[in-house]
């Protein structure tokens, strides 16, 4: 892939103009100073996060404790979904630089299927996106705070004693239905039943819920389960504030408002989470379409005339920044 | 002196061409690059998965073999599949040594007033 960047030029020659000093064309050459300035953008934002980060006193949340869903499955994968958004983008890289390689053989086949390939990586990660992004904003299934001081007994036999404004993650299905009943929590039909809690839907589809378990720490710290005697402890402590996931503005303060969401523990990372993946989401969407067009150029046979397929290379570029910088992203919002 | 150096038309583009032999070789290279970026990232997962963040010097260390280890993957992204590494040494340093420059600069200054800053609230609290 090298070609004229390999050939000597001699020193005589070299500034005698007529020719590009880095030995590659103008517009792969500003396609580079575009990535240059791009890369400087995102790691600016990737530092106001640390930033963020270094100075927050409050304790910061842990990516594989906030991402561990699977659609369409119960239970919990940490990290799993994620693992699979960034390989179907590594993938994409390299049927990518595959249509490149095809390129600089002037195989025309050969570009349109995987520069075809790499449009649907494209889709695909960007639907994994958006899924996640709305697990995310709908959270666990909401939360409540502690109304008064709690001493409660910890699975492993401790006593642990919990200040009045806990914050108490309730159960995913549990929590859904209650969304239902929230703009007037005082009504809805709750009962005890043997260590859980019921709620029964009275409305047109009849409908019960036993609440099994509820959480602390969550997304911040080891997050501890409880269920029994301590979650009941926790139930008829809870104040009258129920949220979920992140607020909704204009409803009211029975949704809980901002200040009591799933997210109050530390707006700072849902803000910076949803800021840099969206603009990333943005730099994959403009790719994909980017992507598109030289594909339907290809098509046209308007690289034969050309005899060259230069452009798939510089879009190429492009695209391989989008997956460069996830893999940054991936590090420092999932891992560390 | 004569000039037979001269690029004109789209000869920096024609000159990237290579034969189907050469092709085979390519093909290697990226199928290659493309496992060891798959197994980097399984690692990563694996130890995200199997460590906790704690105040211990181990994830201390964990932390910084994650940054380590994106940082392999930025480098064959970068020197590999955007071949970066194939191009002249002075389009190479002026695409990398400007970045760096800022970059270092900029991680530097707002870890440190960060932490600063965190003092500072911890003081006042």
């Known amino acids: 892939m090298s070609g004229e960047a390999k050939s000597a030029i001699s020193k005589e020659v070299l500034w005698g103009g007529g020719r590009s000093p880095f030995s590659v064309s103008y517009g792969k050459m500003m396609m580079w100073y575009f990535l240059v300035s791009d890369a400087l953008t995102f790691g600016g934002l990737l530092i106001a996060y640390a930033f963020w980060r270094a100075s927050s006193v409050d304790p910061w949340p842990i990516g594989e404790q906030a991402f561990r869903a699977l659609p369409g499955l119960e239970g919990e994968y940490p990290l799993a979904y994620v693992a699979l958004m960034t390989f179907i983008l590594i993938v994409s890289s390299v049927t990518m630089v595959l249509a490149v390689e095809a390129g600089h053989r002037n195989d025309r086949s050969g570009v349109l299927k995987w520069m075809g390939l790499t449009v649907i990586g494209g889709i695909f990660f960007l639907g994994s ?28 036999g401790d006593a642990l004693t919990l200040p009045a404004g806990e914050r108490v993650y309730m159960d995913h299905h549990f929590g859904h239905l209650m969304e239902m009943h929230i703009q007037d929590p005082l009504t809805v039909p709750i009962s005890e039943d043997g260590g859980h809690v019921v709620l029964t839907e009275l409305g047109d589809h009849p409908h019960e819920a036993h609440l099994h378990s509820l959480r602390i720490n969550k997304y911040i710290e080891d997050e501890t389960e409880l269920e029994g005697d301590a979650m009941m402890t926790l139930w008829n402590a809870r104040s009258e504030n129920f949220s979920f996931g992140a607020p909704i503005p204009g409803l009211g303060a029975d949704w809980g408002g901002i200040n009591h969401s799933e997210y109050a523990t530390q707006q700072g990372y849902s803000n910076f989470f949803f800021f840099i993946t969206g603009f990333h989401g943005f730099h994959v969407f403009s790719g994909v379409i980017i992507n598109l067009v030289v594909f339907l150029m290809v098509l046209n046979r308007v690289m034969e005339r050309r005899k060259h397929y230069e452009m798939v290379e510089k879009v190429g570029l492009y695209w391989h920044f989008v997956d460069l910088v996830w893999v940054f992203v991936f590090t420092f919002f999932y891992l560390i | 002196m004569e000039r037979d150096d001269l690029i004109v038309n789209d000869s920096y583009a024609l000159n990237a061409h290579h034969s189907e032999e050469e092709g085979v070789a390519i ?51 970068v020197m590999s599949f955007m071949h970066l590494g194939d191009e002249r040494k002075n389009l190479r340093n002026a695409v990398i040594i400007p970045y760096f420059v800022f970059i270092l600069y900029l991680i530097f200054i707002a870890i440190t007033e960060g932490l600063a800053h965190y003092g500072m609230d911890q003081m006042f609290h």
């Open chain 1, 129 to 156: 996106q958006a899924w996640e992004w709305s697990h995310f904003i709908h959270g666990s299934g909401g939360c409540f705070n502690l109304a008064k001081e709690v001493t409660i007994t910890t699975p492993d």
């Open chain 2, 27 to 77: 093909r290697k290279k990226i199928y290659l690059v493309t496992v060891i970026l798959s197994v980097i990232t399984a690692i990563e997962v694996g130890m995200g998965v199997m460590f906790k963040r704690s105040e211990a010097f181990t994830w201390t260390a964990i932390k910084w073999t994650f940054i380590v280890l994106t940082l392999f993957k930025a480098g064959y992204i």
